[in-house]
């Protein structure tokens, strides 16, 4: 085992080792600490001076983990016998003024490039913060801000937090051709100028997951400072902006909440692939307190005030039809007029996406299809971001097994892809409860009664 005191260094060093045949896979061991990337991509075209453009890079087969405190040793499994704190492994965009956000790095962590085609990478353990990547639309800088991703297959993302970074797509991560695992991930606070708060993801090559999430607080739309007034409808997906999804999407056991956008404020799906599009499914999923805004006016004193009256608090789609599925969830957001910020909406040449044993807040009866509520979900205490369900909610017992989805992300690191997921949202605790009868429950979490409920 090598020791480095620069990141930046420490994985070139792990690409040239994979480049030369020295090994398959290169694991990067990361102790608790603030890294700051020093060098230029080996997969931007040409070094175009600009520190803006530092960025670590991951490469084929490197595996890079965090959240060791220096004590482990080489017989260690970086999976499960870490001793450190992922939060306090921090990868940071901020390598100039912290006054100024504007030179800070683009991208914090770049992987892959449209003629660098690379596969099985991993990212574990880490809190990625502070990318900036608000250029002109088409440049290196404008998309990605914690993690831009391009070309890349078989890639997986674990235990990280991606928080306070902006871009005009793609705010937390930027997600185009290939295939991926993300899960154990937090989205908190990422802001993206016109699409995917928290996530873009287009032209998916393989089936890719999103399980175990949680979605906070992150926006589409930044409205530009010398603008007035600007209607927000154009600014899609809060937590998820998703389009040509030319294989299928899963998002399971995840929490959206308190996300915005003007269409779609917790997932927005897009347009359909090139062939079939195998399109989305979510299932056990909660999303709650998104909002979609229509317009937002600045007060004069730099304060914008929106109207909460846009489309799909929860979901847009812009194709819909059965191609998209919503299983086993909670989709409990307010509806404040018709035919706006509805949970659930549709363009007006979409059919409805195929929803079944979920809670959807509608102005309908219920939303159609099998299984479904339209009820308070009784979350325990939802004031303090708690929406776990109280023993008395209408949503307990009241999801599908059947309609569980494997674990393909392999949450319990057993490397059987194939079960059923094993863990509710929060890692460990049973997806499927065997008290008082082994039914799942709707949305992220599993009720787990204490003796005597």
Same mark, same amino acid.
């Given at each position: 085992?090598?020791?480095?005191?620069?990141? /930046?260094?420490?994985?070139?060093?792990?690409?040239?080792?994979?480049?030369?045949?020295?090994?398959?896979?290169?694991?990067?061991?990361?102790?608790?600490?603030?890294?700051?990337?020093?060098?230029?991509?080996?997969? +931007?075209?040409?070094?175009?001076?600009?520190? $803006?453009?530092?960025?670590?890079?991951?490469?084929?087969?490197?595996?890079?983990?965090?959240?060791?405190?220096?004590?482990?040793? /080489?017989?260690?499994?970086?999976?499960?016998?870490?001793?450190?704190?992922?939060?306090?492994?921090?990868?940071?965009?901020?390598?100039?003024?912290?006054?100024?956000?504007?030179?800070?790095?683009?991208?914090?962590?770049?992987?892959?490039?449209?003629?660098?085609?690379?596969?099985?990478?991993?990212?574990?353990?880490?809190?990625?913060?502070?990318?900036?990547?608000?250029?002109?639309?088409?440049?290196?800088?404008?998309?990605?801000?914690?993690?831009?991703?391009?070309?890349? @297959?078989? +890639?997986?993302?674990?235990?990280?937090?991606?928080?306070?970074?902006?871009?005009?797509?793609?705010?937390?991560?930027?997600?185009?051709?290939?295939?991926?695992?993300?899960?154990?991930?937090?989205?908190?606070?990422?802001?993206?100028?016109?699409?995917?708060?928290?996530?873009?993801? &287009?032209?998916?090559?393989?089936?890719?997951?999103?399980?175990?999430?949680?979605?906070?607080? $992150?926006?589409?739309?930044?409205?530009?400072?010398?603008?007035?007034?600007?209607?927000?409808?154009?600014?899609?997906?809060?937590?998820?902006?998703?389009?040509? +999804?030319?294989?299928?999407?899963?998002?399971?056991? @995840?929490?959206?909440?308190?996300?915005?956008?003007?269409?779609?404020?917790?997932?927005?799906?897009?347009?359909?692939?090139?062939?079939?599009?195998?399109? /989305?499914?979510? &299932?056990?999923?909660?999303?709650?307190?998104?909002?979609?805004?229509?317009?937002?006016?600045?007060?004069?004193?730099?304060?914008?005030?929106? @109207?909460?009256?846009?489309?799909?608090?929860?979901?847009?789609?812009?194709?819909?039809? @059965?191609?998209?599925?919503?299983?086993?969830?909670?989709?409990?957001?307010?509806?404040?007029?018709? $035919?706006?910020?509805?949970?659930?909406?549709?363009? #007006?040449?979409?059919?409805?996406?195929? &929803?079944?044993?979920?809670?959807?807040?509608?102005?309908?009866?219920?939303?159609?299809?099998?299984?479904?509520?339209?009820?308070?979900?009784?979350?325990? /205490?939802?004031?303090?971001?708690?929406?776990?369900?109280?023993?008395?909610?209408?949503?307990?017992?009241?999801?599908?097994?059947?309609?569980?989805? #494997?674990?393909?992300?392999?949450?319990?690191?057993?490397?059987?892809?194939?079960?059923?997921?094993?863990?509710?949202?929060?890692?460990?605790?049973?997806?499927?409860?065997?008290?008082?009868?082994?039914?799942?429950?709707?949305?992220?979490?599993?009720?787990?009664?204490?003796?005597?409920?």
């Amino acid at each position: 085992m090598n020791a480095y005191d620069d990141l /930046s260094v420490a994985l070139e060093d792990a690409r040239s080792t994979i480049i030369n045949g020295g090994a398959f896979n290169v694991q990067v061991w990361v102790a608790e600490g603030t890294y700051k990337p020093t060098a230029f991509p080996q997969s +931007l075209p040409a070094d175009d001076g600009q520190t $803006n453009s530092y960025a670590f890079e991951v490469h084929t087969r490197v595996e890079l983990y965090g959240g060791f405190l220096g004590t482990e040793d /080489s017989a260690t499994n970086p999976k499960t016998g870490r001793l450190g704190n992922f939060e306090a492994t921090v990868l940071t965009g901020e390598i100039g003024d912290p006054r100024d956000p504007l030179d800070n790095c683009y991208s914090v962590i770049r992987v892959g490039a449209l003629a660098v085609p690379i596969s099985s990478p991993r990212i574990d353990g880490f809190k990625i913060e502070q990318g900036e990547a608000l250029q002109p639309a088409g440049t290196p800088g404008s998309r990605g801000g914690g993690l831009r991703v391009w070309n890349t @297959s078989d +890639l997986v993302v674990a235990n990280c937090t991606f928080t306070d970074n902006r871009a005009r797509a793609g705010a937390g991560v930027f997600l185009s051709r290939g295939s991926f695992q993300m899960k154990y991930c937090t989205f908190l606070d990422n802001r993206a100028r016109i699409e995917g708060g928290g996530m873009h993801i &287009v032209n998916l090559d393989a089936a890719s997951h999103v399980h175990n999430c949680v979605f906070e607080l $992150n926006q589409a739309g930044i409205p530009q400072g010398g603008e007035d007034q600007t209607t927000m409808l154009q600014w899609k997906g809060g937590g998820i902006y998703g389009e040509f +999804l030319d294989e299928r999407l899963t998002v399971a056991n @995840s929490l959206f909440f308190k996300n915005a956008a003007g269409q779609g404020a917790g997932a927005y799906l897009g347009e359909n692939g090139t062939g079939q599009d195998p399109g /989305s499914t979510f &299932v056990n999923c909660t999303l709650t307190n998104n909002k979609a805004y229509f317009i937002c006016t600045n007060d004069g004193m730099g304060n914008w005030v929106c @109207s909460w009256e846009g489309e799909g608090a929860a979901f847009y789609y812009k194709v819909g039809g @059965s191609t998209h599925t919503i299983d086993n969830s909670i989709v409990w957001d307010p509806v404040l007029s018709p $035919n706006t910020d509805e949970a659930i909406m549709i363009a #007006p040449s979409a059919t409805n996406p195929t &929803v079944s044993y979920s809670d959807v807040e509608t102005g309908m009866a219920v939303w159609p299809g099998t299984g479904n509520l339209n009820t308070d979900p009784g979350f325990e /205490s939802p004031a303090v971001d708690n929406f776990e369900l109280r023993p008395g909610s209408a949503c307990r017992e009241a999801g599908s097994n059947a309609l569980l989805p #494997p674990d393909a992300a392999d949450l319990d690191d057993d490397d059987d892809v194939t079960e059923d997921v094993p863990f509710e949202l929060q890692k460990g605790d049973a997806r499927v409860f065997d008290l008082p009868v082994p039914i799942v429950e709707m949305g992220a979490h599993e009720f787990v009664p204490s003796i005597g409920t």
